[in-house]
């Protein structure tokens, strides 16, 4: 790692949302924006983050069933273990950081907000040097005819926050915190509570996947993992040979080899 190569070389723009906004808010600017989490704030200082994975929880949740998406607060769900750095910092401290957090905040000289740096930002910067097949891990499959509930067990159960949907050994797309996120909020906003419990039923996850999966093969480089997984602003890519799933490339697996 160069140490001519700075925090404020690596950062982009913190993309911010105030604590007493809606989580369907915040969702919509996530969305919006290409960012997961959002920097929480109140009164122009930083006091956390909110995730997708945050409000797929929260609006899935038995606890908040009888409340529409309208009446949470972005404060409900703020995480504040987050951490921060200074524009003039080496980059290669963002390396263990991000290891730990989804985002890092970044601070000028003031200690006023000036930007932000996630897996995504520092990927960009520095590809790992290694083999394709050292960052492979073991993907978690589903059906598309499992119901969502069972998924949003499945992801707490086995804190994983992304499944392949696999039909009759073919790849049929992939599913998220992000697409469980969007679907919860949804219905949520056009189902009365009173009919949620029935109704809730009735959503699989061929309803709210994203398909076709953006897939890469085994024998692509690394750069191309990282180039997908920056240009369409996902998480994480299905690894195929000769047509067959044989894993998935993570952000998170990169962050670990570099």
Do not use: C, W
Not at 136 to 156: F, T
Request: aromatic fraction near 4%; avoid cysteine.
């Amino acid at each position: 790692m160069s140490q001519e190569i700075f925090v404020k070389d690596v950062m982009s723009k913190s993309i911010t949302i105030a604590k007493s906004a809606l989580i369907s808010e915040a969702l919509d600017k996530m969305l919006a924006d290409g960012v997961d989490p959002l920097i929480v704030t109140n009164n122009g200082s930083v006091i956390g983050t909110i995730s997708r994975a945050a409000i797929a929880e929260t609006l899935g949740s038995k606890k908040t069933s009888t409340l529409p998406p309208t009446q949470i607060h972005v404060a409900n769900r703020t995480d504040e273990n987050f951490t921060s750095v200074y524009v003039d910092q080496e980059a290669d401290i963002l390396i263990p950081l991000l290891q730990e957090y989804k985002l890092v905040v970044v601070l000028d000289s003031e200690h006023k907000l000036v930007g932000k740096v996630d897996a995504t930002d520092l990927l960009r910067a520095m590809v790992p040097e290694t083999s394709t097949e050292s960052l492979i891990q073991k993907a978690s499959v589903i059906g598309p005819d499992e119901r969502v509930i069972h998924l949003r067990r499945r992801m707490l159960d086995e804190k994983v926050t992304k499944f392949v949907v696999m039909d009759n050994g073919v790849i049929a797309g992939i599913v998220t915190e992000t697409d469980v996120a969007r679907s919860m909020r949804d219905f949520r906003t056009h189902v009365d509570g009173k009919h949620q419990d029935n109704q809730i039923k009735n959503i699989f996850v061929m309803d709210i996947m994203t398909a076709p999966a953006l897939t890469l093969e085994e024998s692509s480089a690394v750069s191309e993992y990282v180039d997908l997984i920056a240009t369409k602003g996902i998480s994480a890519v299905p690894v195929t040979k000769d047509g067959k799933l044989t894993g998935i490339i993570s952000k998170d697996s990169m962050l670990i080899a570099l």
